[in-house]
């Protein structure tokens, strides 16, 4: 039975990738909640209005990929839903994904344990140059299916909503970037498990396609501007947060300083590099949240 809600946030989709993300979400009659940020291409909007269980939540501009999560979570729980799936656009999930992660979820909890979300493992899609998504686990997994992860990715998390109700929102000045990474660690300090399950793949495109040869350390460098800032600057603003551990808050500084040193290093490009770097910090210093700066845009 479908009877998981299923949330996407759209922002300039792909009419392909869509469709094959949409598709088996829509078998079964499964309710759909997509929040649009910004103008939508006819060809997307025509899909949308192809599912007659597709509830299309709008934006006239983009206001983030957490404002997005937000209101479909607030639209779910109005509609009396225990749970909901999340995904961004760039997900192809099976049909039958949600209730597989539900009924993880319910059996941890009736073990006992508080879970805030459980989700697939992500992997590329084959052939297509996609950066593998590194899991971060806590303590050791062995070889259970269900492990316990620093952090869940957003795209393909089923998110117990009694659970969001007691973490709180997912931030939404953070707009994109760094926000399944910050509520999962305040899922985690106020006592409420973010699993993975690793016997459930499913492909997911991360960020943006690699160059074959490039070094999947390396793939910073080969993000957009915009992904660079905002990468930056909340990584940056993260670490004032308590519940943040310090261990994760030395890791970010090297990786950061690392990954911006090479950026800086760019003949090519380097004031502009140095312009996203600075402004980067520099926000995230002095906590300027929410879009990103128009002198960037």
Do not use: K
């Not at 979820?105 to 459980?118: E, I, K, M, S």
């Not at 070889?143 to 939404?172: E, H, K, Q």
Request: glycine fraction near 10%; hydrophobic fraction near 45%.
């Amino acid at each position: 039975m479908t009877d998981v809600p299923a949330g996407v946030v759209l922002y300039r989709p792909d009419v392909a990738i869509l469709t094959r993300l949409l598709g088996p979400l829509a078998q079964g009659g499964r309710p759909l909640l997509v929040f649009v940020n910004g103008p939508l291409e006819p060809a997307c909007a025509q899909l949308l209005s192809s599912i007659p269980t597709a509830r299309v939540l709008e934006s006239a501009e983009n206001v983030g990929l957490g404002a997005g999560l937000n209101a479909i979570c607030a639209a779910a729980a109005a509609a009396g839903f225990n749970h909901v799936m999340l995904f961004d656009q760039d997900s192809e999930p099976t049909p039958e994904m949600p209730e597989q992660l539900r009924d993880r979820l319910l059996a941890q909890t009736a073990q006992g344990q508080r879970v805030a979300c459980v989700g697939p493992l992500l992997q590329p899609p084959d052939g297509e140059n996609y950066r593998r998504v590194r899991y971060f686990w806590r303590g050791s997994p062995g070889d259970t299916p269900l492990a316990a992860a620093v952090f869940v990715p957003t795209s393909g998390s089923l998110i117990c909503l009694a659970a969001l109700a007691a973490i709180g929102p997912f931030r939404d000045d953070f707009f994109i970037g760094g926000i399944d990474v910050e509520w999962s660690f305040r899922a985690w300090s106020r006592g409420h498990a973010c699993l993975v399950a690793r016997d459930l793949p499913m492909p997911h495109r991360c960020g943006d396609p690699t160059d074959a040869t490039q070094r999947p350390g390396l793939h910073f460098l080969g993000q957009s501007r915009t992904r660079r800032y905002f990468y930056i600057r909340n990584s940056v603003y993260c670490l004032r947060l308590p519940h943040i551990p310090l261990a994760w808050r030395v890791r970010s500084v090297a990786v950061m300083l690392a990954q911006t040193g090479l950026l800086a290093l760019r003949e090519a490009e380097r004031l502009r590099n140095l312009t996203v770097i600075s402004a980067g910090l520099r926000d995230g210093i002095f906590g300027r949240l929410g879009p990103i700066p128009p002198s960037l845009g």
